[in-house]
């Protein structure tokens, strides 16, 4: 037989769930959103700039370039997801309602797709700065510089900028994530 106070105290701990569910994802939502937007704007400006002189279109740099933003957008939608998740958990319907097993899963996910975004981003800020550093090296100190390409131009700190804002977003899903996750746990217990 079922025990009044154990229904309650279950019944509790699901709302916290749910509250926590929502208000997590749903700022991880709007911040990555806002950072992603951002680095994707100057990416585009500066890919679309012919005067742009760190190649980005070709070759690893496209590839990381491209993954970390494919990447960072599958990511905002499965956080974007989890707020769903959260709708779900709050229905008192069996077959609507997430098991727990199905919640971690897709928080597992939401985990992996946020990783592989990170090394993608992180291999694209390496390209990004290694040009910038045989730029920078090939100056040599007192020359008189004939093309405009050898110097560093503000343009080049703001592709830095964006993958570092494409990390700081991805980072904030992987955050989320293992916060969820605590506290799924924390409720099993």
Known sequence: ??????????LKARQKIVGVFKKVSWLCFWLQLVLAAVS?????????????????????????TVGGIGALGLGVY???????????????????YPSRKEVVRDLHIGITIHFVGVLLTLIATQVIVGALLVKVITLSPGMTIYQSRQL????????????????????????CAFWLLKQ???AQT
């Open 152 to 175: 560093i131009e503000p343009l080049d700190i703001f592709v830095i900028q964006a993958s570092i804002l494409m990390n700081t977003a991805l980072f904030i899903g992987i955050g």
């Open 1 to 10: 037989m079922i025990d009044k106070n154990d229904l309650h105290s279950g």
């Open 78 to 96: 499965w956080t974007f997801h989890y707020t769903r998740l959260a709708q779900r958990l709050q229905v008192s319907e069996p077959g609507i």
């Open 40 to 64: 994707i704007l100057i990416l585009l400006f500066a890919i679309a700039d012919p005067n742009f002189n760190i190649n980005l279109k070709s070759g690893l740099g496209m590839l990381s």
């Open 184 to 186: 799924v746990n924390q």
